[in-house]
């Protein structure tokens, strides 16, 4: 699982244990992800250090079967929780994106966005939704595809303040870049497009 800190304007609370960050890599150690049977699928909420940061989450599907409780209370500790389709699926059992969404976010994250590769994203922002359809490209190799949508989400939402239209459109166009060929050299010549430098 990626777990990302980042700067940004709104005082946040984060895990800590003795003044400093917890890595958020894992469940082992995090305060509130315990293995307490009676609470397996309920959020416990853990003491909080004061930040000004963002904290976003996006799960590996491969991690989820057995620790289905472990990722919800984590879920709980996060800004912004980001699955594939394919990990709501594993999460939930269904479909039902804007559902979905509104599950992730009682939780307690304030934005959920789920990832629909060819079908763009569902964003769910403080009860409300919306859709931003995936940006057309030509298709050679869809790994990454993802990670570079969270990267370009997170970082246009630091950037740009909390205009979630404007992440969601950048997260999509970074995803269509990742997929137009093999390994790096697509974001390469993204990063250079974008920044207009080498």
Not at 32 to 58: E, H, I, Y
Not at 117 to 130: K, P
Not at 132 to 152: L, W
Not at 155 to 161: C, E, F, I, Q
Request: net charge neutral.
């Amino acid at each position: 699982m990626d777990a990302v800190l980042l700067r940004r304007g709104l005082r946040r609370t984060v895990p800590h244990a003795g003044g400093h960050p917890r890595g958020v890599s894992g469940s082992q150690g995090l305060p509130g992800v315990g293995n307490d049977a009676a609470g397996a699928g309920t959020p416990r909420r853990a003491p909080k250090a004061t930040t000004r940061a963002l904290v976003a989450l996006d799960p590996q599907e491969d991690y989820i079967a057995g620790n289905e409780g472990a990722l919800r209370r984590l879920i709980a500790q996060v800004d912004l929780f980001m699955p594939s389709a394919e990990e709501v699926r594993r999460l939930l059992g269904h479909e039902d994106w804007a559902v979905a969404a509104a599950t992730f976010a009682a939780l307690g994250p304030e934005t959920v966005v789920i990832k629909l590769g060819a079908e763009g994203c569902l964003v769910h922002h403080r009860g409300e939704t919306f859709h931003e359809p995936a940006t057309p490209a030509a298709v050679r190799d869809t790994t990454g595809a993802g990670d570079c949508f969270c990267g370009a989400f997170a970082a246009s939402l630091v950037t740009d303040g909390s205009d979630l239209v404007q992440a969601a459109r950048r997260g999509a166009q970074g995803a269509s870049r990742a997929i137009t060929n093999y390994g790096v050299a697509a974001m390469l010549r993204a990063a250079v497009a974008i920044n207009g430098s080498g």
